[in-house]
């Protein structure tokens, strides 16, 4: 089965600072992967994914992510984070063409400082 | 409106009771999904529909059960709720016939067993 680790638990950062959360996963085959953001009281929202190609996604707000093969690695970065970033990231991975179910790392706190 | 509706969005219940939340959804998906959240354990997978008369068990799904009663529809029971049940529950939806795996959250139910 596979597993997703998220190291950061807590990030609080200053506005303007830049942003990188780590996700790493654990699957020996071709996998699916996707960032979701939750804000306060919110529902999940999907910030960008991978499937195949360009290993560097772009999503929405500014936030992209390597996917990098060889590290089991799947980092978001902002270059310049916002006040309205604070939220709670989530990284998701599930097997290509396997199935939808997706597993979920434990997520990270972020707050961002004025 | 939103596309994907959980009901109730937030219930109390008393140890022992029995509670239904229920999912339902406008995107016209075939694959559905209970997840629920719990605090640093990010979302774990309890049950999941690929179709009408498909259930699976995912990882966290005893004391639990789910009945697909239509392909827009996937409501989950608590047969007799302990408070190690109190969490924030989410219902997803995903297409599998596009092609594309990425999942769509309802608002979510917030329920607290006293």
């Known amino acids: 089965a596979q597993s997703v680790s998220q190291h950061n638990h807590h990030v609080i950062l200053s506005e303007a600072a830049s942003l990188e959360l780590g996700c790493n996963y654990s699957?020996?085959?071709?996998?699916?992967l996707f960032w979701y953001v939750q804000y306060p009281g919110q529902h999940l929202q999907l910030l960008l994914k991978y499937f195949s190609g360009d290993p560097l996604v772009k999503g929405i707000k500014g936030f992209e992510a390597e996917f990098i093969k060889s590290k089991f690695s799947f980092n978001l970065r902002k270059p310049s984070v916002q006040w309205s970033d604070t939220a709670e990231y989530f990284c998701a991975v599930n097997k290509a063409g396997g199935g939808n179910k997706l597993t979920f790392g434990t997520g990270t706190q972020l707050k961002v400082e004025l | 409106d939103a596309d994907v509706t959980q009901t109730p969005r937030n219930r109390i219940t008393k140890t022992g009771k029995r509670i239904m939340l229920e999912c339902s959804q406008t995107k016209g998906h075939d694959r559905m999904y209970w997840y629920r959240q719990d605090p640093g354990l990010g979302l774990r997978l309890i049950y999941y529909s690929f179709d009408v008369k498909d259930i699976n068990k995912g990882e966290i799904s005893d004391g639990y059960s789910v009945s697909r009663q239509a392909q827009a529809k996937f409501s989950l029971s608590l047969e007799s709720a302990i408070p190690n049940q109190t969490a924030l529950y989410f219902c997803?939806?995903?297409?599998?016939?596009?092609?594309?795996?990425?999942?769509?959250f309802g608002q979510g139910t917030r329920l607290t067993v006293v």
């Open positions: 699957y020996g085959g071709t996998v699916n």
């Open positions: 997803a939806t995903s297409d599998h016939r596009t092609g594309n795996t990425e999942a769509f």
